[in-house]
Structures are given as structure tokens and as C-alpha cells.
């Protein structure tokens, strides 16, 4: 708003106001420019009204690593925010193979068909090297994909998982104020890209298969302590009494944990994906979550604790950044490591030094 | 080294050189004098020949706040550096009321009976705050504390975490130097204090009981997967059914967690601080797991990277603290969050404001 009423100020300066400029060219082309490049308030506006041309836009803005586009998408989340946050947020994990985009697209096709809007995002930092990227196939949510009440975004790209969160979180309040009232973000279990998208989360979903050990999945210590339930995926067939019997296992894993500050139990379901079970009942068990936290007031007050962390967590890491990135701290980070390992130094006497270069 | 020479060159400067005021001085005055305040130079080789009135002296220069003695301390410990680092430090922890003293009494001794010599150390942050502070009454360790061969030192004050730790990390290269061979570090299961302590030692044990659930046991989540031992204690007389029981399924809980890097598989077993069971059976665990350990190379490996972690999470802290003990930092911080809450801002654009200022 500064920035166009400070244009137009300008203009009358040069003795030309707006209204002249465009008075003088011809509607027709106005419109083809406007449309070829749309002002941050009609992105805001056409979010706002939940066209999808205009959420991928501002999320292709949000994904820009041009300054100029970053000022633009500051704005439009700003422009936004008062829109969003009326979602319920709901992380999904698991190691390839167990069946995520299969789970997704059963879950979305459930959600869709009750009349909700679901967006489907991810959050994975290697996306931008590995070919084989999660939500890179589109093909493997084939009904999804075509959906008209359903928007899938694969992972912004970047190496830094840091950079790829802040992304994500930014679509999440841009796919909010489109009126997308179910958020789904998907992510790899291995690695640290579950603890961000668990921090951005109201409900965190590991996805499971029965039969194979944890060590055989692949999932990181830790996981499993995050999540508000475990569905055991593929649980059909002759695949039924194992997951059966992993729903105990788990469900016993669980209780060695102490209570959660969400007072919520975790939960193990049975689900099969591929044959559409258990996809209703997991629904019903995130909707007495969400009822649930909304009570104690656990909901709203994560949502706050988060936005604290990811303000504290932005800053600590560009305070790192900024620091380590200078090219003598570089150079005598490797001398001090090196005098350390040859025990000449201690950690503590080495950061000393380091900080006062 | 420095120091001395600088002070005799001041007073040769005066006209009274420092051998005119030594032979002025009665000889016994100045050895009176020397054993009230000795060099750093002394200490050190004190330290070096197992005196506990040196290293006593010398963690208390660790312990201090004054600059004068933090220079002091840290030319000690780059003195006693080349002696340390070849003992087993064992990571001790478990919520009040499991028996970690009585555990550590019966360990100590066990170890003493065996020509060992023993350092007991505790990391508590809140130990300046509560009464009821872990060792702080070492009339529960009677045999230990009278034992030659067993060092006992309660928790270093201070209400940050890190110069705690720091404290006792520098405290465990002095008692190393003084020739201890075993460290053992004690820390409650509650809080981050564990973090900190598991990331000083080579091996961490955690203390449980049998019966009670690991939730009324107030165990901190993330402890468990740190364990290379659970030990459950007070393993006797009526007790001993349940602790078998437990064993069985804590075994399994750590069969859900993936490899360790250390290749080692965690175990579970039973023992009686009170009456001495188990503790034999806990020493050679120890002893195999160091043997595993030191056979694959991880034992070195694991506390290079140790000290890797030490010297970046100092930095850390200081640079987060430097930022955030800002007066201006921390007026705008309070405006940034509420504007946050408000719905108004969000934390990216909020950190890069702060960042900014």
C-alpha cells in the first residue's frame, strides 16, 4: 500500500498522476499486462478467492531465490495471513516403500469427496539432487492430481533444510488463505526434515509397514516419539495378521513414553491404502485431535509455540551462517579442529579464540 | 610462564631483583606463602602426580567467575591436556528416588577393590537453586567419600546449562591428568542436562525401576535411545519378578530403535545397588562395550566428534547470546512476537527485521 500510494506521489511529482497514465493507454493492453504480471494486491486478492493461478504464482515467488521476489512474497504473505490459519496441518512420514503417495491420494480422494479442500505439500532437501524426489511423480496420485478441490505441490528445491522449511511454511499460509482447509506435508523418515515439518504441524502421521523391523525401515531414532498416531500401511491380505500384530507392538512401544504436553494418547491404526481401509476411521481419530487439543487449549498454544520456534530458529541460523561463512573464521576453524584432535587445545579454549577474530 | 617473568622484570626495573627478595624473606615465610597460593606451574605437576589438594584448587579456578582465574584454569588445563584423556567416562542418570547414589557408592567401590581409581562428577543446572541438589550430600556415598582411590565433586553452580557443562567438562580432563581412569558423571533424567552429559562420555547408562511406568517415572523422551545400558536397580526380594519382566520389555523397546553408529546393540540388565548384585556383571558390560568400541575405531572417532560438538556449541551460545542480550534486541523481540500472535507478521519477516536492527 506505501509502496503504491509513494508510486503515485511520484508520478504527481513529474506532473503525470496514474489516472492520466492510464487513461492513456488502451484497456486491452492494461488488461494483457495485469494478466502477464499481476500487482501484489490482485495476487492477494485472487488467493484470496481461491484461484489457483494466483497460489501458484505467489508460491513460485515464495521459491524464488531473487531478492525481488522475495520483497513481493513478504508482501503477499503479509496480505494474506489475516486469511489463513484455518486448517488443520497434518505431517505424514515414512520411508519410501511404505506406501505414502498411495496413502495420500486415498486420504485426499476421502477428504475431497466430504466437500474439503486439501493441499498436499512436501518438505525434502535433497529433492533438488536426487531425481527420485517425493511428490516429484505426480502420476503416483493419479485422481488427486485431477482433482479440482485438491492442490499438490512437490518440495521447493535447496540443499539447506533451513531454506526449504521456510518455503513450505510460507506455501502453508498461502494455501490457508486459498481456502484449502486440510494441509497435508509429506516427508522422508530419515533425516532431520521430520523434526521441521513436525514443528510445522498440528498432527504428525508416521506411516508404517508391518513385518519389517524398525531398523529394517529405515526410521530415525526419534520418530516414532513424535508422532500423534502410527498407521500400519498395507494391512490386507496376508499382510493382515503380521500388522495385527504390529499394531500391539507399537501400541506397547508407545506407552513407554511419558505424556505428551498435548495430553493426547498416541494411537496405532490399521490401514490399506490400496484397498481404501481404515482411511475414514484415521480421519475420525485427527478430527478428536484436533477437538481434543482445541479444548485444552493445546492447539492454538502450539501453533504459537511454533511460530516462536521457527522466529528463533530463523535467527539462530543466520546468526551460524553469518559467522562461520567469514572466510578467516573458515581458515582458523581448521587450524583450531586440528589443534584439538592433536590435544592442544580444548573446545572451549578454541571457541574463545574463534570469537574473538 | 609469561606472567612470572614479566613481574621479576618489573622488579628489576625498581632495582630489586627477585632472587634480593626472596633471600630478604625468611624461607619459611615464602614456603608458607607458596602453599597458600601456588603457580600454575605447580599445580600443574601437582595434578600430574595425583595431588587432590591440587586438582581440588584447580576445578575451583574452573568453577570461578573471576577472569583472573578463568586465565588461570585454562592454562592449567592446556598443561594438563597432554596427560588426560585415557580413562572411560561413564554418563550416569535416572530420575531421583531410582538409587543413583547408592548405585555410584557400590559401582566406585567395586572399582576401588579393583585398583581403580574413580572420579564422581555431577552435571545439575538447577543444583544453585535447590537444596536437594544431585552429590550435594555425599552422606549418602559414606564408604566412597572415604575412600583414597574415589575423587567426589559435586555439580558446578551456574543456571545455564552450557557453563555447567563446560565446567565439568574441564573437570574431567583435570581428574583425568590426576590419574583417574574412571569418570563417572552424574545427571538427572530430567531436563537437557542428559544431552549435555551424553555428550561428554563414552558410555551412558540409564538407571530405571521396575513397576513403575516410565511415565510416572518422569523420564525424559529421547533418553531411552540414548542409553547404551538401561540398568534396573533395586532388583531384589519382592522386586524381582517385576524387574525381570521389565527387562524383557525394555529389551524389546530397544529393539525398535535403529543400529547405533557405534555398531553396538544396547542391553538391558538387572541389578542391586543395596545389595551389590549385578554391579560386576555392569563393570564387564562397560569394559566390553569399550573393547567394541575402541576395536571399530568409534571410541576415538566418537570423541573427536565430541569435541567437534563442544567447540561449535559454544560458539553457538555466545552468538545467540551476544544477539539476544541486546537491549534493542530484546524490546523488539517482544513487539515482533506479539505482532506474530497477532497474526500480523510472520516469524521469517520478523527474524529478518531483528536481524536488520
Known amino acids: 500500500m506505501t ?3 509513494k508510486s503515485s506521489a511520484l508520478h504527481n511529482i513529474e506532473g503525470v498522476s496514474q489516472s492520466e497514465i492510464t487513461n492513456a493507454t488502451s484497456i486491452s493492453k492494461i488488461q494483457l499486462k495485469r494478466k502477464a504480471k499481476p500487482t501484489t494486491q490482485e495476487l492477494i486478492s485472487d488467493i484470496i478467492n481461491g484461484n489457483i493461478t494466483a497460489l501458484s ?19 503477499i504473505i503479509k496480505g494474506c495471513l489475516k486469511h489463513a490459519n484455518a486448517s488443520v496441518r497434518i505431517g505424514i512420514t515414512g ?8 496413502f495420500i491420494e486415498a486420504f485426499g480422494m476421502h477428504l475431497t469427496s466430504n466437500g474439503k479442500k486439501v ?12 531425481k527420485g524426489s517425493i ?10 492430481v485431477k482433482n479440482e478441490n485438491a492442490f499438490i505441490r512437490p518440495s521447493p528445491s535447496g540443499t539447506s533444510l533451513g531454506g526449504v522449511a521456510r518455503k513450505t511454511r510460507e ?4 494455501c490457508e488463505a486459498a481456502g484449502f482447509e486440510t494441509i497435508m506435508i509429506e ?7 521430520e523434526t521441521a515439518v513436525h514443528s510445522m504441524v498440528d498432527f504428525f502421521l508416521l506411516l508404517k509397514l508391518a513385518g519389517a523391523g524398525d531398523e ?14 502410527i498407521a500400519i500401511n498395507k494391512a490386507d491380505g496376508d499382510n493382515l495378521k503380521a500388522a495385527q500384530l504390529a499394531k500391539v507392538e507399537f501400541n506397547r512401544a508407545l506407552h513407554l513414553y511419558p505424556q505428551k504436553d498435548s495430553e493426547w494418547q498416541p494411537k496405532v491404526m490399521l490401514c490399506s491404502a490400496l484397498k481404501q481401509e481404515g482411511i475414514e476411521e484415521l480421519w475420525k481419530l485427527i478430527a478428536s485431535y484436533i477437538e481434543h487439543t482445541k479444548t485444552n487449549n493445546y492447539f492454538e498454544h502450539h501453533r504459537r509455540e511454533q511460530n516462536k520456534f521457527w522466529l528463533l530458529q530463523t535467527i539462530e541460523d543466520r546468526l551460524k551462517s553469518d559467522f562461520f561463512s567469514q572466510p578467516k573464521i573458515k581458515e582458523a576453524l581448521k587450524l583450531q579442529l586440528q589443534l584439538i584432535e592433536d590435544g592442544k587445545t580444548t573446545p572451549f579454549a578454541a571457541a574463545e579464540y574463534l570469537l574473538s577474530l
Open 95 to 102: 520411508v519410501p516403500g511404505v506406501g505414502k503417495s498411495t
Open 187 to 193: 516427508t522422508v523418515g530419515v533425516g532431520q526434515s
Open 135 to 144: 511428490l516429484g511423480d505426480k502420476t503416483r496420485m493419479e485422481n488427486l
Open 216 to 229: 529394517l525401515q529405515g526410521i530415525k531414532r526419534g520418530i516414532i516419539e513424535m508422532a500423534d498416531a
Open 119 to 130: 493441499a498436499v505439500l512436501a518438505v525434502d532437501p535433497s529433492s533438488s539432487l536426487s
Open 3 to 5: 509502496k503504491k500510494s
Open 57 to 75: 504464482r505467489a508460491i513460485t515467488l515464495v521459491e524464488s531465490s531473487n531478492p525481488k521476489h522475495l520483497k513481493q512474497a513478504n508482501d
Open 171 to 174: 506455501t502453508i499460509i498461502l
